[in-house]
């Protein structure tokens, strides 16, 4: 039986938002609360591991409130989530992900708490990756963080995606919070900037982002933004896949009677 993964457990009635790019330094707060909790299969780990030592001493420094600071999962959430995994039934299979160190943080807890099948012999090492944040900061100028994907109103048909009759087009969405901090409304346009360029699209509020994060679907049919034009191209330095989108963005009101004639296309420019 496949043991569920971090995002399956961090799903509570109402569940914390992980930060993008946060991750690596999630699974490294569970693993050291794992540590301190006592859950590890210790007989697992001497003879199906090594490496442990070095493991403990790099998630040592990752406490559950130094991860909420970074993660945006409160310190209670961490604790939970830790003790819900490493007690969870069954055997993992490798987890799913977008690049290598954030496959191998989530691999190193299966290990911690025995749940992964390494036998033949071999003993599995540790694998010592480091929570690095996203390449493109946020700041005073760009304080959004800003993260793409493909909304489940959009059809995958034949390899490749089409709008169904539910989509509600390009748009930026924020979180009720910060809706109201730029006092914008759902269907004002906006301009979103990032340090490459700039889009104008209409305010959609969603209650399940937290403050700070906006998300924008990505261009996947034609008359969706170019969300393309926001993004930073940082890659995985083994296996060259894709960063997830984490560009730091900033959010302007339009100035009056700025707003496109209807049935205008979205407008975008080049930084």
Not at 84 to 109: K, M, Q
Not at 114 to 119: A, C, D, K, Q
Not at 127 to 139: E, G, K, W, Y
Not at 233 to 260: D, K, M, Q, V, Y
Request: aromatic share 4%.
């Amino acid at each position: 039986m496949r043991r569920p993964d971090l995002q399956v457990h961090a799903r509570p009635a109402h569940p914390p938002v992980l930060d993008v790019g946060a991750d690596i330094a999630l699974a490294h707060a569970v693993g050291r609360e794992i540590i301190h909790a006592d859950l590890v299969d210790q007989a697992f780990i001497e003879r199906e591991t090594s490496g442990f030592e070095e493991y403990r001493q790099l998630v040592e420094p990752w406490t559950p409130s130094l991860a909420a600071k970074v993660t945006g999962v409160p310190a209670s959430a961490v604790r939970e989530l830790a003790q819900a995994y490493a007690r969870a039934p069954g055997t993992a299979e490798p987890p799913d992900g977008t690049g290598v160190d954030h496959v191998r943080a989530l691999a190193n807890l299966s290990l911690l708490t025995g749940h992964l099948g390494v036998g033949g012999g071999a003993r599995a090492p540790f694998a010592l990756v480091r929570h690095d944040p996203p390449v493109d900061l946020t700041d005073e100028r760009y304080p959004i963080r800003l993260t793409t994907g493909r909304r489940l109103d959009t059809a995958v048909r034949g390899g490749g995606s089409a709008p169904s009759p539910r989509r509600r087009g390009g748009c930026v969405e924020l979180c009720p919070e910060d809706a109201e901090r730029y006092g914008v409304a759902v269907g004002e346009e906006v301009r979103v900037s990032s340090r490459r360029g700039s889009v104008v699209v209409p305010v959609w509020v969603d209650t399940e982002l937290r403050p700070g994060l906006a998300f924008m679907a990505a261009a996947h049919v034609p008359d969706e933004v170019d969300t393309g034009l926001l993004a930073v191209g940082a890659n995985c330095p083994i296996a060259g896949t894709a960063e997830f989108t984490a560009s730091a963005i900033r959010i302007e009101r339009l100035p009056a009677g700025a707003r496109r004639p209807e049935g205008e296309g979205v407008k975008w420019t080049a930084g």
